[in-house]
């Protein structure tokens, strides 16, 4: 019979500490050592990622890998010839085009994607080196190539923390290229994003390209901009009965191996 | 035992900040906890804790409470049953793995993660008591 110790004083002395911290933190006490400490820790995670990364590209197709960017490219092509045709037909009505303004942004490395099993399932969130400093703000949308990867949640001065689109909290207004059908971009987890809430009456097509609509988007950058690709409709779920249709989507992007991002800090 | 404890929270506090949301730095403070039943783990567990939070994005405070809890209820639970047993940590393992994650929001395939953790978990057990009765 193993001796019993006084355990119950060290419970309720650090029991005691957590609950200070945690309330010191919760009103805002601690950012500047939150900061400061986030700092110091991040190139270990810079580190354990960048190896975890490598260890993970070893494995992977090449031949898969060029496939992959060239569809990239071929869709981002497809999307300006839209946009030339959209131009053609405004010029011709005599609608006034505005230019698009320039949109700066931020390079960032990825140097963590927590996800359940490494490399088998996708991760919810990403964690970037760059912070408040650099100009990130919550809100702040995240791209790769024209690709949306997902809004910034929380900030700290050198560090911020992106929560991915197909995070089960993502959502945001989506259209179609081709038919322009509008809808609700859903993130499903585990790298899944379903487009909800589209009316019946307008058309949704497998491998049709699925954009940002917009949101409301401020001088710093916050908000997600319009035509940012999320992904393509792989499968269709419509019945007469239901109010509304909607859509499996499938996001051109492997999180779990994205090195580098661009945060969108003002457009 | 302090050093080896110290070196695995290390590891399982940095592959837990960047590459997995299996909760190591939990499952090696109540593995610990069950072989040795040391109170110097209450320290550990308030230290890695925020140091898990800090590198999260959490809210600091949070792991490093839920932790406390936990130790704190095997250590009860010891005049009622045997912890030093597979079956305990098992059990243990499943439930803090799954309070812990739904805490934390990671609520896809829930089940799944605790079931896992939970034999990762007594995977980590056997290890650490065939270490302790060498050492």
């Known amino acids: 019979m193993p001796k019993r110790n006084n355990f119950l004083v060290y419970f309720l002395i650090f029991l005691f500490l957590s609950l200070v911290v945690f309330t010191a933190s919760k009103i805002g006490l601690l950012k500047p050592v939150d900061s400061l400490a986030k700092g110091i820790l991040s190139p270990f995670q810079s580190l354990t990622y960048g190896v975890y990364s490598k260890i993970t590209d070893f494995g992977s197709d090449s031949k898969l890998q060029v496939l992959r ?3 990239t490219e071929l869709t981002q092509k497809l999307i300006n010839q839209n946009k030339l045709a959209d131009d053609n037909k405004a010029l011709r009505d005599q609608f006034q085009i ?4 320039s949109t700066n942004l931020v390079e960032a490395q990825v ?3 927590p996800g359940f ?3 088998i399932s996708a991760p919810e969130t990403l964690v970037l080196d760059r912070g408040e400093n650099d100009g990130i703000k919550v809100g702040q949308a995240v791209i790769y190539e024209d690709n949306l990867v997902g ?3 929380k900030t700290s001065a050198f560090l911020s923390n992106v929560m991915l689109v197909t995070n089960v909290a993502s959502s945001l207004t989506v259209k179609t290229l081709s038919t322009q059908a509008l809808g609700v971009a859903k993130g499903q987890g585990g790298g899944g994003i379903i487009m909800d809430d589209v009316v019946l009456s307008d058309t949704l097509q497998k491998q049709d390209t699925v954009l940002t609509k917009g949101d409301v988007v401020d001088t710093n950058g916050i908000g997600v901009p319009p035509d940012l690709i999320v992904g393509e409709v792989t499968s269709i779920s419509k019945f007469p009965s239901d109010l ?8 051109k992007l492997d999180f779990g191996k994205l090195s ?3 945060v969108i800090v003002n457009n | 035992m302090k050093f080896l404890a110290v070196l695995l929270l290390s590891i399982a506090l940095i592959l837990e900040a960047s590459i997995t949301t299996i909760p190591f730095v939990l499952l090696i403070l109540l593995v610990f906890m069950a072989a040795s039943r040391a109170n110097w783990l209450f320290i550990l567990a308030f230290v890695f804790g925020i140091l898990l939070d800090l590198m999260g994005f959490k809210t600091l405070g949070i792991s490093s409470t839920f932790f406390i809890i936990v ?9 009622k049953f045997e912890i030093a047993t597979g079956v305990f940590i098992l059990a243990v393992s499943f439930l803090s793995s799954f309070g812990y994650l739904f805490l934390l929001g990671y609520h896809q395939n829930l089940f799944l993660q605790a079931a896992l953790s939970s034999i990762i978990g007594l995977i980590m057990f056997k290890l650490v008591l065939r270490v302790n009765i060498k050492g």
């Open chain 1, 111 to 113: 140097i963590g994607a």
């Open chain 1, 151 to 153: 809004k910034v949640v």
């Open chain 1, 117 to 119: 099993l490494p490399g």
């Open chain 1, 244 to 251: 509304f249709q909607k859509a499996s989507v499938n996001s």
């Open chain 2, 71 to 79: 130790l704190f209820l095997i250590l009860l639970y010891q005049s």
């Open chain 1, 69 to 71: 960017a060239q569809n």
């Open chain 1, 260 to 262: 580098k991002v661009f």
């Open chain 1, 98 to 101: 505005e230019n698009p303004k």
